[in-house]
C-alpha cells in the first residue's frame, strides 16, 4: 500500500488489468512528429502553449519556407520533419512579409493513445473481478 500511496514510482497497470481479464492496447503511431503548433500547408495555424514552437517565438499565420537550410512545400515538409526528428533544426519562417529564423526541436508526438480492450478468453475469476469492478463505476 505505501509502495503506491507513498512513491512516485511507475504502477504496472497491466497487472492489475489482467485481474480483470483486460489488456492495453498502444495505438500511437510511432512516426508522428510534434511541432507543438498545428499546421494548414505550410502555413502555422496555432501554437501549443509551452512547446518548443512556443518557446522558440513561432506564431500562427507564420509560414514555413524551409527547414534546416531544405526549401519545403505542402508536399515535402512532413516527411522533411520526420525525417528531423529528434534533431534541434533551423526553421526560415515569413512573417509579416519579413524573413526570420527560429531554432528548435523537433519532438515525437507526446499525445500519447491506448485503449483499454477486454480479453476475448477470460477465466471465471477474472469474469467476477470485471463483473464487479463495473458495476462500481455505474
Request: charged letters at 25%; a positive charge; aromatic letters at 10%.
Amino acid at each position: 500500500f505505501k509502495k503506491y500511496v507513498f512513491s512516485t514510482g511507475p504502477i504496472d497497470y497491466q497487472k492489475y488489468l489482467t485481474m480483470a481479464g483486460l489488456t492495453i492496447v498502444d495505438t500511437n503511431k510511432g512516426d508522428k512528429v510534434d511541432l507543438g503548433m498545428n499546421l494548414n500547408k505550410t502555413t502555422v495555424t496555432s501554437v501549443e502553449t509551452g512547446s518548443n514552437a512556443y518557446n522558440a517565438g513561432i506564431s500562427a499565420k507564420d509560414e514555413i519556407i524551409a527547414v534546416d537550410g531544405i526549401r519545403v512545400s505542402e508536399k515535402t515538409l512532413k516527411p522533411t520533419l520526420t525525417m528531423l526528428m529528434g534533431k534541434e533544426v533551423e526553421f526560415l519562417i515569413s512573417r509579416d512579409h519579413l524573413i526570420r529564423t527560429f531554432k528548435f526541436t523537433i519532438g515525437n508526438d507526446k499525445d500519447y493513445k491506448y485503449r483499454i480492450e477486454q480479453n476475448e478468453a477470460v477465466t471465471e475469476q477474472q469474469g467476477v473481478i470485471y463483473s464487479k469492478w463495473m458495476q462500481s463505476v455505474k
